[in-house]
């Protein structure tokens, strides 16, 4: 029932957003066979939209003012209204790449934070969903101080168990020291992957039979500590990637805005504006 909700609830939006775009391009093309200055008209239109768009921000801020009304509808505004700017830009520019190098540039940022967006509606769909599959939520300014922790804690078991097991005390020295107290690797961060996890598990696990009983023991807790600290990493890197998108995203958006604001005074300046 609750799945058929969403398909009902999503086919509506959609619908409606096609029917939008359909009459905004229809007006659009009237407006352009009777030899009515369009250009104008539609600058104007995705200025004002791209200004309705940052609102978003904006409302995020101000949460204690519930008469705005909620976040997930602002969200849902932002989305389709930001499909809709990018039609009506295409429909200002003429469908071709700007001659000019100013507009150029203009249209580049707006392309840029057009595409931002784009890829931002597809990650925060994916990550928090690969988040949940991860044991524990995390929250991500703990993540520096949580990761000290468990080095700290390595550190220990293998102090403790170095005189009845040093074979894994070698073992932290040569591999799990490195893993436990630096940061992974770019590669890491562009492409999140338990492949270094399962490699010193499996290692761990194989030395077992070597070991004494208090050594397995101990082998058990940093095995523990290893997948905990593969977490952490995960969450760095996915929760690091959605806050540098919206980073990325929102600091494009005003450049963009400063330079559309620019952009118009030009324009009426030159051209004389609306006659």
């Not at 595409?115 to 599959?133: C, D, E």
């Amino acid at each position: 029932m609750i799945f058929l909700k969403f398909v009902y609830r999503r086919t509506r939006q959609i619908t409606a957003l096609a029917v939008l775009i359909t009459v905004v391009s229809y007006l659009i093309y009237q407006l352009d066979m009777s030899l009515q200055r369009t250009s104008f008209i539609t600058g104007w239109t995705v200025l004002g939209i791209c200004g309705l768009l940052t609102c978003y921000n904006l409302r995020k801020r101000l949460t204690f003012l519930p008469i705005l009304g909620s976040s997930r509808a602002w969200m849902q505004i932002h989305i389709y209204f930001g499909f809709l700017a990018v039609v009506v830009f295409l429909f200002h520019i003429g469908f071709r790449i700007p001659d000019g190098q100013f507009e150029f540039l203009l249209a580049s940022l707006f392309m840029f934070v057009s595409l931002s967006g784009f890829y931002g509606l597809y990650i925060t769909r994916v990550v928090p969903k690969k988040l949940t599959a991860v044991t524990e939520e995390v929250v991500f300014e703990k993540i520096p101080s949580l990761r000290v922790k468990l080095c700290n804690q390595a550190r220990k078991i293998v102090e403790e168990c170095a005189a009845f097991a040093p074979s894994l005390s070698d073992f932290y020295l040569e591999r799990l020291a490195l893993f436990f107290e630096s940061p992974r690797n770019v590669a890491y961060f562009a492409m999140p992957n338990g492949r270094m996890k399962r490699s010193l598990i499996l290692e761990l696990s194989n030395m077992n039979r070597y070991l004494p009983e208090e050594g397995r023991e101990s082998s058990k807790q940093l095995i523990e500590l290893v997948s905990k600290k593969d977490d952490l990493d995960y969450h760095l890197a996915m929760q690091g990637r959605l806050k540098l998108w919206l980073f990325v995203h929102i600091a494009t958006t005003y450049s963009m805005l400063i330079f559309a604001a620019f952009h118009t005074v030009l324009v009426h300046a030159f051209h004389g504006g609306l006659r």
